[in-house]
Structure formats: structure tokens, C-alpha cells
Nanobody, 127 residues
Framework: QVQVVESGGGSVQAGGSLRLSCVVS????????IGWFRQTPDKEREAVAR????????VYLDSVKGRFTMSQDSAKGTLYLQMTSLKPEDTAMYYC????????????????????WGQGAQVTVSS
């Protein structure tokens, strides 16, 4: 059974930093995508970063480029989303998600293409 467990989040002032962590377990396949998504009550869920579990270059939402960094620690089996220079508009519930097995180089942007989701972590940025 695939499980996605994320941790981190919290409240910071604008300009601050936070790090989210995600552990995916129970996956029998070696190639799939990981996406970090966020959602607010008035917006659809959007992908802020996505990458193959095999590594490569993450793809970022334009509004977070240069501020967010997605990375993996294979030894720990953990993925991270480092968020710096946070802005009030980054306030949202953040989710880590894993796709079904994929063997192409690109990872999908839409949340519908991800099947396994973490419980979410609230990030609140105050001005």
C-alpha cells in the first residue's frame, strides 16, 4: 500500500523560510513523479514543483522560481521543498503527491495525474 506522509509547514513572516518533507513508501515501481501542490479555498490546486523520483531538473511554477527548491535525499527516502523569501500569497495548504508509474522524462502538471496524496501541511505567511 502506497503511503505519502509529509511534514513541516507552519507560520512565518514575509521573507522567511520553511521546509516541507515528504516520504513515499510502499511503491513497488522505481519510476514515478513527485509533485508539490498547493491550494487555497478560492483557487484550484496548483503544482508548485514536480520532478521524477529518478532525479533530473524539477519544474517550477513561475511565481516560485528562484525561491522554492525541490530536492531528494535518496539515502533517507525523503523529498523536500525548501521555500525561501516567502510571500503572503504563498499562504496555502501544501501537498506532496506521487503519480502512477511513469517512464518518460516529463512529469505532469495537473493534480488529476497524481494518485497518491499526503495529508497536507499548512503554510501561512504574514505580512
Amino acid at each position: 500500500q502506497v503511503q505519502v506522509v509529509e511534514s513541516g509547514g507552519g507560520s512565518v513572516q514575509a521573507g522567511g523560510s520553511l521546509r516541507l518533507s515528504c516520504v513515499v513508501s510502499g511503491f513497488a515501481f522505481r519510476s514515478y513523479c513527485i509533485g508539490w501542490f498547493r491550494q487555497t479555498p478560492d483557487k484550484e490546486r496548483e503544482a508548485v514543483a514536480r520532478e521524477s523520483i529518478l532525479g533530473g531538473s524539477p519544474v517550477y511554477l513561475d511565481s516560485v522560481k528562484g525561491r522554492f527548491t525541490m530536492s531528494q535525499d535518496s539515502a533517507k527516502g525523503t523529498l523536500y521543498l525548501q521555500m525561501t523569501s516567502l510571500k503572503p500569497e504563498d499562504t496555502a495548504m501544501y501537498y506532496c503527491a506521487a503519480s502512477l508509474p511513469r517512464y518518460d522524462a516529463s512529469c505532469p502538471r495537473l493534480s488529476d495525474d497524481y494518485n497518491y496524496w499526503g495529508q497536507g501541511a499548512q503554510v501561512t505567511v504574514s505580512s
